[in-house]
């Protein structure tokens, strides 16, 4: 009997809780006061960041003023985007672009900021206008940031947001915004902004805590409150060796604060060696990485000696007068154990090391998280043409499907003093898309500044260019030439339920000789939340047979040879990234065709393979039961869905005069890329228990030129092929 109780507890201890419907989503505001969540996962809800980029794969301009179109003269078109969703970063190169259009829900707001009036004399300590609705610290100007604007205020709107520039000169940016399938259990409901939504100001007092203690200790009453606790010691090593200490529990619990400190004069020593965590026993680390670089700086050198190198949200290195203090905040949870060790260098002695570590318990289904992950990557001889990669999680900790989302990254972009390397653009690919889902201009861009911020340093809540010389002449010794920045997501993260490919452009063109170092942040579950169901390939007669396409205006299947946007197509005459040849249609008509889902779906994710030579392709999409019956679908049960909306297309209008009020101009510009991947989310309650839908694309024309005057190119609805992914709960495997 003692045996088979002993036989039965074992197998408890294997035992993992599973939930089977997704956790709620913190949405606007809410996704900060929340921040605790930061871990969980966000099924349901899809990120993109899209950009001013130079739409032929360089750097024209510093990939300023790429428009999708012009409705006026000051009315430049960066972002257009059907709803509902989520406005959550805007960046901007100075005050270049303002005053801005902020579109939502076809009412037209203008925010500005003070340098406005009189952009040749531009105002110290400038602010976002209207000053209520974009107060500090969720909006900054160049004068603090070395030369961005910077907006995190939440933007919702119901069913549409546009985003315009009045003014052309320079007028670089990139923002990011979010979607939901319809029915995705939310934090509160998605009701368009007004400029008199003020952002609350429990939110404002969290952000300005930055640098302070985060965390409630265990002796306070809200900590007793939460279950904190409380572990702590001292740790020397020398050398390569290894100190560390493993929590270990029989209910699941989440690191909310990991600190260290030492003595000042061993800094860089110690900011050389490195940090690893490894969870539950898994066989791969989820945590290794350079301790200066894991904790948003790429070296401890204190040049000026500042207070703080790093003053953000999640990360922290403060210095007093005789030592320095690092803090990470991220929460960390995990079901069984956490291993957290320190490795030396090989070079260097570091004594009197002071460690704490805070717990709180995890009460929550354990795949409705991720673990907590810093990917190191070391790049010292990039590859003429190639991106770098940070994360690929294809190969990373074992491979596989992994859920969750991209929260941050930590760079040095030069150990060299060399800031030319800035002018690359990060490139982000989310579950299989071959489209960048997030493209960016410009890694110093990315990093919250703008032109090279000067050479100077700052430190925000969100992102920062933490240490470095102003110029090579003036550093003081080799640590003083390391220039890094970090970028942390958190209202901005980026979800993926299948796989992430993280990469930047070293230089504008890929052509950086510099040594890069990065650490990605992110959160995963090695399983899928996104499961890949079915393809239509147009063209292959057995394809649209099977999937029972019906398209009575569509053309004949034609061939098309283009590429996507993955950088120059050509290094000193190699060819980078060669075209290749796919076959579409195109209609001016309605589309239908059966996709296969997995029955035990929460909503499905369609991605359409597109040739983006026809502009603002939109269309209203029905999703209907399927007749197996072979009777035809009658109106009544078709169920709209939503509506499908990709604003411009491979040719853009350039206008960038030399001039800060200078005329706008009309250049036309065509790229080569027209291969593009676009999604669509359909709502669970169309979905939900079925294996099979019914889809309807019903191309709806968007008649607008490429600005006033222009003639209208052709229109069309093009379709090259569809994926279905249903969303799904990933499962957590069971821990011994």
């Known amino acids: 009997m003692h045996l088979r109780l002993q036989l039965v507890f074992a197998l408890l201890l294997t035992v993992t809780v599973q939930a089977e ?8 505001l809410d996704t900060y006061r929340m921040w605790e969540r930061w871990p969980y996962q966000h099924i349901g809800q899809r990120a993109y960041m899209r950009s001013t980029y130079d739409r032929r794969g360089g750097n024209e301009g510093a990939d300023a003023s790429h428009f999708l179109y012009q409705l006026a003269d000051d009315y430049n078109v960066s972002l257009d985007v059907a709803g509902p969703g989520v406005l959550y970063f805007a960046r901007y190169n100075h005050w270049h672009g303002s005053p801005w259009h902020y579109n939502v829900d076809a009412t037209d707001y203008v925010v500005q900021e003070t340098s406005t009036a009189n952009p040749n004399k531009p105002a110290e300590n400038s602010v976002f206008m209207p000053g209520d609705a974009f107060p500090n610290p969720l909006t900054w100007t160049w004068s603090i940031t070395k030369g961005a604007d910077l907006m995190w205020v939440p933007i919702p709107f119901e069913k549409s947001f546009q985003m315009a520039y009045s003014r052309t000169h320079y007028g670089t940016g990139y923002y990011i915004y979010d979607k939901y399938v319809r029915g995705t259990k939310l934090s509160r409901p998605i009701r368009s902004w007004n400029e008199q939504m003020k952002p609350e100001q429990d939110v404002l007092d969290l952000i300005n805590r ?36 493993e929590r270990r529990t029989d209910k699941p619990q989440m690191l909310r604060a990991l600190e260290f400190s030492v003595p000042k004069d061993k800094a860089i020593e110690f900011g050389r060696c490195k940090i690893r965590i490894t969870w539950d026993d ?12 894991f904790f948003g700086a790429g070296t401890l050198y204190n040049r000026d000696d500042r207070e703080y190198l790093v003053k953000s949200f999640p990360m922290v290195v403060k210095f007093d007068q005789e030592r320095v203090h690092l803090a990470c905040y991220f929460p960390m949870p995990f079901l069984k154990s956490a291993l957290i060790q320190l490795i030396g260098d090989g070079k260097s002695s570091v004594s009197d090391i002071q460690w704490s570590a805070r717990f709180a318990p995890y009460k929550e289904p354990a795949n409705q998280v991720g673990y907590f992950h810093a990917t190191y990557q070391d790049h010292p001889h990039p590859e003429p043409g190639q991106d770098l990669v940070l994360l690929e999680t294809r190969k990373t900790e074992g491979g596989g499907d992994w859920s969750g989302s991209l929260v941050g990254t930590s760079f040095i972009f030069t150990h060299q003093n060399d800031l030319g390397t800035l002018e690359g653009d990060p490139r982000f690919f989310f579950d299989d898309s071959l489209t960048p889902q997030a493209q960016g201009t410009g890694t110093e861009e990315w990093g919250g500044g703008g032109d ?15 240490v470095g010389a102003r110029k090579i002449e003036e550093a003081k010794c080799d640590e003083d030439k390391i220039h890094s920045a970090y970028r942390f997501l958190l209202a901005d993260l980026m979800p993926f339920g299948k796989n992430a490919l993280i990469r930047l452009e070293h230089g504008g063109e890929n052509q950086s000789t510099q040594h890069y170092e990065t650490v990605t942040y992110w959160y995963g579950l090695n399983s899928p939340s ?35 946007e993955w950088g120059i197509d050509n290094w000193k005459g190699k060819e980078i990234y060669p075209a290749s040849t796919d076959i579409g249609r ?10 296969k889902l997995e029955r035990k779906n929460l909503g499905v994710l369609l991605r359409r393979k597109l040739d983006y030579s026809f502009p ?3 269309a209203e999409v029905y999703v209907a039961k399927v007749s197996h019956s072979g009777k035809s679908i009658i109106d009544s049960d078709w169920k709209l869905a939503g509506t499908w909306y990709l604003a411009g297309g491979n040719t853009c209008v350039y206008s960038n005069p030399k001039e800060e009020l200078g005329a706008t101009q009309h250049t036309v510009q065509t790229s080569n890329r027209r291969f593009r991947d676009d999604e669509f989310l359909i709502p669970g309650d169309l979905t939900e228990g079925r294996s099979e839908i019914r889809v309807k694309v019903k191309f709806t024309p968007m008649k607008i030129p490429l600005f006033p005057g222009q003639p209208l190119p052709e229109l069309a609805w093009s379709e090259i092929r569809y994926d279905a992914y249903c969303f799904v709960m990933p499962k957590s495997k069971p821990v011994r």
């Open 282 to 293: 898994l066989p791969y680390s989820s945590v290794e990485a350079p301790i200066a670089l």
């Open 530 to 564: 996104l499961v890949k169901t079915d393809t239509l390939q147009m063209g292959n007669e057995a394809s649209e047979q099977l999937h029972r396409y019906d398209s009575p205006e569509a053309t004949k299947p034609y061939e098309i040879t283009s590429r996507y």
């Open 452 to 466: 090279y911020w000067g050479g100077r340093n700052m430190t925000l809540p969100f992102a920062g260019h933490p």
């Open 586 to 595: 195109k209609t001016t008509g309605s589309s239908e065709f059966t996709m």
């Open 21 to 28: 419907e997704p956790p709620m989503i913190p949405v606007g």
């Open 616 to 618: 603002n392709q939109k």
């Open 210 to 245: 930055v640098g302070s203690d985060l965390v409630p200790q265990p002796e306070t009453r809200e900590g007793r409150k939460l279950g904190i606790t409380r572990e702590a010691g001292t740790w020397s090593f020398s050398g390569g060796g290894t100190v560390g200490v």
